[in-house]
């Protein structure tokens, strides 16, 4: 009985004090200038992890409100700076210097607390894509079953255009337990995008030979139908390239390149214009020298 009396004690008083500094904390920040509301912070995770003891669930969550309170107060006052002109799918015109220290404090305090990882993988890219990286790695190494962040992570490595390591990511996300089908899916789509078609080739077969959805098969379906149109187009564009070279001037119609199309092996319509793999005639961009789908074909751009 006196134990409990004791823990419940240590509860009453532990909230008390954070109450306290927190209420302090506010004080001062009424009180301060605007440019010291940009106090870097003093403790790094493991300090504040030894801190707090058994009350880092706490102070994870009190620095995780922060990290939202201060986004919106930069919000706030961007809005009240520029006549409500704020675009919110752009943060990078905001100065949120502190946010990334925010977001590792409280998953230092709370490895397991998903929502600040999630909410840095759509904030930090924009403001510095090495701490998105690096705040979705820390989140993959201490869940590693939760697929999302590898879909996040991925999805960041895209933008950047590294499509190898964004390849990698999405395959590691499909290989655990409960992950959608589609990231394996989009780890082929980043290996054709990255050059490798062949590879995506083999990955999209084998998604379809190991599934029984029809979804499945009809989305790897129309992504093999895109790979061999990219790979038509590149030869397209190889003639394209040879006849400009050799005339000095880019082609006006398919019938002037009909002959040398064949010979690359492509299928012709009778008017001399290559098909695409849904049998509708490749157009002509660039004043002819480049080649591009017919906005009416059905296979997909991307």
Sequence with gaps: MKRDYFLVLVIVVGLSAAAMVTRWNDGQERDLKPQFAEEPLYLNGPAMKRLTLAFNGVAADWFWLRSLQYV????????????????????SSLDLRLLPSLLRMTTALDPQFLEPYYYGAFILPDLDPNEAIAL????????????RLYQHLGYIYWQRGDHQKA??????????????????????????????????????????????DPTVKEMVGKQLLRLDSIEERERISRVLSDYAASRGRCASSWKEISVALRAAGLRVSAAGAPLDPKNVPYRLIKNGCDVDLDEHSEVPHR
């Design 136 to 147: 979705l790695n820390h989140g993959i190494a201490n869940n590693p079953d939760k697929w």
């Design 167 to 212: 390849s990698e990511v999405y395959a590691a996300g499909a290989r655990i337990s409960g992950a959608p089908p589609w990231m394996l899916a989009m780890s082929a789509r980043m290996k054709a995008e990255g050059g490798a078609g062949a590879a995506a080739r083999e990955m999209y077969i084998h998604l379809s030979e190991a599934s029984d």
């Design 72 to 91: 919106g107060r930069k919000i706030v006052s961007y809005e009240d700076a520029h006549e409500g002109n704020f675009n919110l799918a752009n943060l």
